[in-house]
């Protein structure tokens, strides 16, 4: 008996109880890059979403330049889901998520109109690890503002010196720094906005 629940115990720590919705999104992304030239109809291209097609918007946080690039991607969303899966709930996260890739690609499209096309979950990415990072602070971890501040640092040495050294090989292209800043900031909007939620509900 008592194995069976050291048994429990060591599971729950190894594979949090929310971590299957992420899985299930790095699936999804796996299915969306074997679809032949998939990248002509989702990828973030600034003449296109001008021309209307606005659903590039999202779609282009779900596509990569490759194999490699996703890989990278995906192990960075399941890092981020081991972190912090069990920080909100599946429909919170998916809200998150929807806002940081919203955030990531119109924050490119305004502040950076430069940048002619774009793919890849990068920007999102920063963006979770924000709002988990914020959750942190909200239920009073101090290592959540060590998380924003190390973030925070990383987002400042992509400003002024670029990308992240070996980053570009790994992804097999440019890496748009501007996307992670922008899909940072959407985290810790939709971070702060869940957690407002989640107090005006306690109050009803």
């Known amino acids: 008996m008592s194995f069976n629940v050291k048994y429990d115990h060591l599971a729950s720590a190894l594979v949090p109880r929310g971590i299957a919705p992420w899985i299930g999104l790095v699936a999804l992304m796996a299915l969306i890059q074997a679809v032949p030239d998939a990248a002509s109809w989702s990828r973030y291209d600034r003449d296109a979403i001008g021309a209307g ?14 194999w490699p690039h996703l890989v990278l991607n995906a192990t960075g969303l399941l890092a981020i889901g081991w972190l912090f899966a069990e920080d909100y709930s599946v429909r ?6 929807l806002l940081c890739s919203i955030a990531s690609s119109v924050g490119l499209w305004f502040l950076t109109p430069e940048i002619g096309w774009c793919v890849g979950l990068s920007g999102a990415l920063h963006g979770l690890f924000s709002a988990g990072a914020v959750a942190w602070i909200r239920d009073g971890v101090s290592l959540g503002y060590w998380l924003l501040l190390g973030e925070a640092a990383k987002l400042a040495y992509e400003q002024t010196l670029g990308a992240m050294p070996f980053s570009e090989g790994v992804v097999g292209g440019a890496v748009v720094t501007d996307a992670h ?22 109050r009803l």
């Open 53 to 66: 097609e606005l659903w590039r918007i999202v779609t282009a946080n779900f596509i990569h330049l490759g």
């Open 181 to 202: 800043l922008w899909g940072a900031f959407g985290g810790v909007a939709a971070g702060f906005l869940v957690g407002w939620w989640r107090k005006r509900d306690a």
């Open 92 to 97: 919170q996260w998916a809200f998150i998520l």
